[in-house]
């Protein structure tokens, strides 16, 4: 109907030309960087001492991953990363849920209050030196448990947000129910309410799980020294030592290091970006 | 807490009173003691020595640890790195929530239409998002050599060799660690941006094309002002997070050519490898009062413009 505005005109040249757009964003902004990493990591060292696009004269980058694992340490690292980050997200998400649980239920001031308190770290920055002083005095410097509680502490405020917003759309006449039956709160909470959280906690999951995968600044201050992570050894054996300037061992470890991420990320990418992004717009 | 007494509040105290009781039974306070316990011990016990020990001279050359007033703060002023990286820091902060917002809107804008290739190229973005910071800075340290392979491509392109030192330079190099930054964390916006731009009705567009609107001008004045809520989210999130940076500029200048990249964090960093806890606990200080201060007006700012449309 609308077919001699100028707009429809347009649209039409528009449909091809935004394809070809889409494709060389793609390569321009991400291809080059990419292709780089992995032309560098299937290099030998004398090829790699500056990094470029050209292929390699022959490939080697199975070696240089035998050679990362072996000799970066990177087998400890990841079981270093592991030690931290799953105790961190399991702690951080079943104290958030209880915590919101009450948080959501409970209308008075007071938890207002609590709440307000609760969830202003979502944006304050954590005080990383005296964290240190403070885990020096109760005895925890350079100990795993040290970190966990530092990586809960500094999550508790997104999971208290995020979950407190959603237990307020389950309705409390499915906790009656269960109450009538004559449920405790610890048998409503456990039977009721977590499982009804799933979805929100596996959106929480996958961003902490991000967020503490690849710290290294906190880690760096807490641990750093005493217990390997991924990004902590990453940062050792790049700027100093081993391989310094080794770029074709820098870039084998980052794509080891990114592939665990990455591989969550493809296979569950629908479920992680509705997750993200339903939170942000209202 | 709940169950002090509340007798002498007067008629409504009872009813109250009953009510809270049955709350307190069936929404027990105690399940609130161990998320706040973490909370207090390891985020606000830590925060709260921030305003202590920025007064003293804990340091890792002495034993005991003296009260010293303000002498910390004014060694920092006087030697020009308190008002210098807080500079710094906010300079980094706005162009980071600059650039990552362009980038991120003209992302959505060009991948929104739900075609195949459309879609792939979403995933693809999502890549540097997922990946360590730490390593994208180790990546583009690499690219941006002045032997490196952006220099040969433009060397190509210009048909002699370029040998710019990107990371090199006392005034620029601050952009180029921005719009690194902006490049990890596109990928984000650019999904925020398409979450909301999916919200806008179709209806209201294309009354405006049916008014004679082009796309520019319905983009301009229809769904640029609907995208409001994602604008406030996108801007507050890069703006308050990129002031707690570090791994980008650590891995790719470490603060240099000449400290013109010093982050608050990395000053924090480097004075704590030093041994200099006191000062790098002012600085540290000085970080968490920037972002409290600013972190209310930038939400309340961009709420209000969310109502005014």
């Known amino acids: 109907m609308s ?5 429809a005109r347009l649209r ?18 991400l291809g080059v960087p990419f292709w780089m990493v992995v032309v560098t990591a299937g290099k030998s060292l004398r090829q790699s001492l500056t990094p470029d696009l050209t292929l390699p004269t022959h490939w080697q980058l199975w070696q240089n991953i035998v050679t990362v694992l072996d000799q970066g340490r990177m087998l400890p690292a990841l079981l270093g990363s592991l030690l931290v980050m799953v105790p961190s997200v399991v ?14 239920r409970r209308r008075s ?16 920055p954590p005080a990383v030196v005296t964290i240190v002083l403070l885990l020096r005095q109760i005895g925890l410097a350079g100990t795993p448990l040290g970190m966990i509680g530092v990586y809960m502490g500094m999550y508790m405020s997104t999971v208290i947000f995020f979950v407190t917003g959603f237990v307020r759309t389950i309705p409390v006449e499915l906790e009656e129910a269960a109450r009538v039956d004559g449920a405790g709160p610890v048998k409503v909470f456990f039977r009721i309410i977590l499982p009804l959280l799933g979805p929100t906690l596996a959106t929480a999951t996958i961003l902490i799980c991000l967020y503490i995968w690849n710290d290294v600044f906190y880690a760096l201050f807490v641990v750093g020294g005493r217990l390997d992570t991924l990004p902590l050894n990453l940062y050792q054996v790049a700027s100093s030592g081993l ?12 794509i080891l290091m990114s592939l665990p991420l990455l591989i969550t990320f493809m296979v569950m990418q629908r479920r992680i970006i509705s997750g993200i992004t339903s939170g942000a717009v209202k | 807490m709940s169950s002090t007494p509340t007798i002498g509040r007067g008629p409504a105290g009872l009813g109250d009173r009953r009510r809270m009781l049955r709350s307190s039974r069936e929404h027990p306070a105690w399940f609130l003691i161990p998320a706040l316990a973490v909370l207090v011990v390891f985020f606000f016990v830590p925060t709260a020595f921030n305003f202590i020990y920025a007064f003293t001279d804990w340091s890792s050359f002495k034993s005991s640890i003296g009260f010293v007033g303000f002498d910390n703060i004014v060694a920092l002023l006087g030697n020009g790195s308190l008002l210098g990286d807080l500079r710094i820091t906010l300079v980094y902060a706005v162009l980071v929530a ?11 804008l060009v991948l929104e239409r739900d075609t195949r290739i459309n879609r792939i190229a979403r995933v693809a973005f999502f890549v540097p998002v997922v990946m360590s910071a730490l390593a994208v800075g180790y990546i583009f340290q690499a690219l941006l050599k002045p032997t490196g392979a952006l220099n040969g491509i433009i060397g190509a392109v210009v048909g002699h060799p370029v040998s710019i030192a990107w990371l090199g330079s006392t005034s620029w190099t601050i952009v180029v660690v921005a719009l690194i930054h902006a490049w990890k964390w ?8 398409l979450a909301g731009l999916k919200t806008i009705s179709e209806d209201v567009v294309e009354a405006a094309r049916l008014d004679g609107a082009g796309w520019w001008s319905s983009f301009r004045l229809i769904r640029f002002p609907l995208l409001a809520p994602a604008i406030t989210f996108n801007v507050a999130t890069a703006l308050l997070g990129s002031m707690n940076g570090f791994d980008i500029v650590q891995a790719t200048t470490q603060g240099g050519p000449g400290g013109t990249t010093e982050l608050l964090n990395i000053f924090i960093f480097r004075t704590f490898g030093q041994g200099l806890f006191a000062q790098a606990t002012t600085m540290s200080l000085s970080l968490f009062l920037m972002v409290a201060i600013l972190a209310f007006p930038v939400i309340r700012f961009l709420r209000k413009r969310e109502d005014v449309l």
Do not use: D
């Open chain 1, 243 to 254: 391989y310094l300037q080794n770029w074709n061992l820098i870039f084998a470890y980052i």
């Open chain 2, 98 to 108: 600059i650039f990552q917002n362009l980038f991120g809107l003209i992302l959505a």
């Open chain 1, 109 to 124: 001031r007071a938890m207002a209050a609590v709440y307000a308190l609760a969830i202003s770290g979502i944006v304050l």
């Open chain 1, 3 to 7: 077919s001699s505005s100028p707009t």
């Open chain 1, 91 to 104: 702690g951080v998400l079943l104290l958030g849920s209880m915590a919101s649980w009450i948080l959501a």
């Open chain 1, 12 to 29: 039409r040249p528009l449909r091809t030309v935004q394809p070809i757009v889409a494709i060389l964003l793609v390569v321009g902004l």
């Open chain 2, 186 to 193: 596109m990928g984000l916006s650019m999904l925020i941006y």
